[in-house]
């Protein structure tokens, strides 16, 4: 299927570490919430417009597939043409900024300029020089047409850039030790798995609301005996990109210590969309 590539950015809030926000005690999306207009982006739109506002120097990496396979992925599941529009630079905050909801629901609505029409969707990603107020967020899906992907709080979960997270206590808890487990995984492949996390959540995924075909949410919570519940609206398939660990910081540093992160819609995922196009 032919695209444009004109540019690109993106970006939700469970409970605690979460990547959607709900805004509710259950799962139940709100008419505003993600995933509400989820029949939308997987069966009417021909076109779906990804427009990207980003701080300076806060976008993919050009020299890697990262992008290109953004797109690939929401074409695999919306059966809609992917055009990137690259929009504006935001103001620099630097990496330590603590971006609050208010401030991302405010530039969502100062900033995106691209209409929904008749045959045309719309997500508008936030492309954060920072990180977000709830600490470990790597992604937040906030609206029912845009997520923020945090560049600072990816940046710290790769280990690329010596960052107190990269260093682990010694036995005698004097001292730091550098981190010397397995090799951690490039900032763009955490960027590709979280932005294809974040817009899965837009599609609805997983039983947020889309229906599925076969049972694949996450059932058991994964942190008992704490207010986080990953489980919601997560695939219970750990080689799917909505699978629950790709919420936070701590959670992708220990499922990426190889190298990989998954970034690929599972064929659950696929299934559930496709049974919605069926039904067109």
């Not at 259950?26 to 427009?51: F, I, K």
Request: hydrophobic letters at 40%; one cysteine or more.
């Amino acid at each position: 299927m032919a695209r444009k590539a004109l540019g690109i950015t993106l970006l939700v809030l469970v409970a605690s570490s979460g990547c959607t926000f709900l805004d509710a005690l259950g799962p139940n999306v709100q008419a505003r919430g993600p995933g509400a207009a989820y029949d939308s982006y997987l069966a009417e739109a021909e076109t779906v417009v990804v427009e990207i506002d980003h701080a300076p120097g806060a976008l993919w990496d050009e020299d890697t597939p990262a992008e290109e396979q953004f797109v690939d992925e929401l074409e695999r599941v919306t059966a809609a043409e992917i055009e990137i529009r690259v929009d504006e630079e935001l103001p620099e905050q630097g990496e330590d900024y603590a971006y609050a909801l208010g401030e991302l629901r405010d530039l969502h609505a100062e900033r995106q300029d691209t209409e929904v029409a008749n045959d045309t969707e719309v997500m508008h990603v936030l492309f954060l020089d920072g990180r977000f107020a709830q600490e470990g967020t790597l992604g937040l899906s906030f609206d029912t047409r845009a997520f923020a992907l945090f560049k600072g709080e990816i940046r710290d979960s790769t280990c690329e850039n010596d960052a107190p997270v990269c260093q682990l206590p010694c036995p005698d808890d004097e001292v730091v030790c550098e981190r010397k487990a397995t090799p951690a995984t490039r900032e763009w492949k955490v960027t590709r798995a979280v932005g294809i996390h974040e817009a899965g959540h837009l599609l609805g995924l997983v039983n947020s609301p889309l229906p599925m075909v076969q049972d694949h949410e996450m059932s058991e919570d994964p942190e008992p005996d704490t207010p986080a519940q990953e489980n919601r609206s997560h695939s219970s398939n750990e080689s799917s990109v909505m699978w629950w660990q790709l919420d936070s910081a701590a959670d992708i540093r220990e499922i990426g210590e190889g190298g990989e992160v998954p970034w690929r819609f599972g064929e659950q995922d696929v299934a559930d969309a496709r049974a919605i196009q069926a039904e067109g």
